[in-house]
């Protein structure tokens, strides 16, 4: 018993100095700039907002002109929003020479978030083609290396720091999005390889993994949307096989509504604790359904992850 209490007590300072280690903050908020890529709706909308508030000179880029305006409306004149088309190599370039030129004479990023994002192709396996992949892997994966690779000189010289948009699937496959996996994998792997080469000159390089949140990517109808078209295109033989009513005996649906939070200050507030904090954390799990469920499901046996991600797809009509 007294063992137990030992161990119980260790474990309450444990996490009660962590949790003081981790509330300390840089300050100066005033004197540091900051790059966002996705800012024209969702989590980077709200994120160049919420450093905007505090202080920070934010770069947000957009990829729509509708984007930057709404930005510009709601916040300060200190935010300067730009173009960018993080698949697009030369609007990149564009988006580094216009940042450079803004920054005063010394000056250097203190952060580089790659938030943009799309959820791209959903569908099987056997439903997808190459450009399904191509096209998420575009923005997800590539926009994130390539952005990085040429804003990173601009990192180094404020020895700043690089935060990462993963996902939870990065780390769990969900049958159905193989292709956002995938991306979101990469993401994983790049940001430890780019962590490991960077940190002794003083970049750090920190990576989000939210679950399910009430986004324009979550979004369930959407999703469905997207899920019939990939259907409806399919040969016809292989349309046949699964059955005109496959789409309809999908769970997507029902999954999404059960794991879906409508709490997305959360993942904005992991984003700005990478940004402020003396020391954040390398990775920010966020959500519940980050933090529980696929934990559990990515530390269990292969046959009950497929049970419970797999089991809400529905036989083929030619093997009923």
């Given amino acids: 018993m007294d063992f137990l209490i030992i161990l119980g007590a260790t474990a309450v300072i444990y996490y009660l100095v962590m949790w003081l280690y981790r509330r300390r903050t840089i300050g100066e ?18 994120l160049a907002l919420r450093l905007d508030g505090m202080g920070f000179h934010v770069f947000a880029a957009c990829l729509t002109e509708t984007g930057e305006d709404r930005l510009r409306k709601s916040a300060s004149d200190r935010l300067v929003t730009l173009s960018l088309d993080v698949t697009n190599e030369k609007s990149i370039k564009n988006a580094f020479e216009f940042v450079k030129s803004k920054l005063p004479l010394g000056k250097g990023l203190w952060g580089l978030v790659n938030n943009a994002g799309i959820a791209g192709s959903v569908g099987l396996v056997e439903w997808l083609k190459k450009e399904d992949y191509q096209r998420t892997m575009a923005v997800n994966l590539y926009g994130v290396t390539e952005t990085t690779r040429i ?39 790049f940001s430890d390889c780019l962590r490991g080469e960077c940190f002794k000159y003083g970049i750090s390089v920190h990576i989000l993994e939210p679950g399910y949140f009430n ?25 046949a096989f699964y059955g005109e009513n496959f789409i309809s005996r999908m769970e997507t649906t029902a999954f999404l509504k059960l794991v879906t939070s409508n709490a997305v200050h959360k993942v904005v507030d992991a984003y700005t604790h990478a940004l402020t904090a003396k020391y954040p954390k390398y990775r920010y799990k966020v959500g519940w359904d980050a933090n ?17 991600l797999g089991g809400r797809i529905p036989l083929p009509q030619g093997i009923q």
């Fill in 151 to 189: 804003f990173l000189p601009l990192v180094r010289n404020a020895k700043g720091r690089v935060v990462n948009i993963s996902s939870i699937l990065g780390t769990v496959s969900l049958p159905g999005a193989a292709p956002y996996c995938i991306s979101k994998h990469g993401v994983e792997v």
């Fill in 215 to 239: 986004t324009g990517i979550a979004d369930p109808d959407v999703i469905m949307q997207n899920l019939q078209r990939t259907f409806n295109r399919l040969d016809p033989n292989i349309h």
């Fill in 29 to 46: 908020y005033s004197d540091r700039y900051v790059f966002i890529t996705g800012c024209d709706t969702g989590l980077g909308h709200l």
């Fill in 292 to 308: 529980t469920l696929f934990q559990l499901i990515r530390w269990s046996p292969e046959w009950f992850a497929d049970t419970i």
